[in-house]
Every structure is written in C-alpha cells, then in structure tokens.
C-alpha cells in the first residue's frame, strides 16, 4: 500500500510481499474438496453433567434453527442433553439440504 501506516502496530508489523513471489506458478497439489466434519460425540460421563457454556448456546441456537425447533419447549442445560440435541438436530438439518 502507498500510504501510511494506520496504526504504530501496523508500522512495525512485517510484510509478507516475499511469498507472493516464491513460485513461478501456482500449486497443483492443493485439495479441490474439504473432507466431511465429524459427528458430535455425547461427551464422557463426568462432563455430561455440566451445564452448557456460551459457545454450545451458540451452537444450540443454529442447529435448533436450521431444523425449525421450537425452544418454547425444550431447552438443553448439560453437556450430555446438548449433545444430543445437536446431534439430533444436525442429523435433521444434514437430511434436510
């Protein structure tokens, strides 16, 4: 970029303009598809009564969501319930698209 830095982080940060130039041309042997994600596991006895943390409400709210579940009812509060909520509902939502 021709103008100046933004920022004192941005001034002292390296470039990496000396990759673009490695390679007379580009790579061959990159994949074309990612492998399929894994299915949730229920987690070991110990954890499957912990309650859920920010990150699995998250999760619980996108999976519920794409498989039009209704929360009014039903809510998951442990480890063990989130897991199989989600596994349920991804199952839904895989079968679905």
């Not at 130039?21 to 990159?30: A, E, I, M, V």
């Not at 596991?41 to 999976?63: A, F, G, M, W, Y």
Request: aromatic residues 8%; glycine residues 4%.
């Amino acid at each position: 970029m021709s103008t100046d830095p933004l920022t004192d982080r941005d001034a002292w940060s390296a470039t990496f303009e000396n990759v673009l130039y490695q390679l007379d041309q580009p790579r061959s042997d990159c994949p074309l598809h990612m492998p399929d994600a894994l299915e949730p596991e229920t987690p070991s006895v110990p954890e499957q009564d912990k309650p859920i943390n920010d990150l699995q409400r998250v999760i619980t709210n996108i999976h519920g969501g794409l498989s039009g579940h209704d929360f009014s009812h039903y809510y998951p509060r442990t480890q063990g319930d989130h897991a199989e909520f989600v596994l349920e509902h991804y199952q839904r939502h895989a079968a679905s698209t």
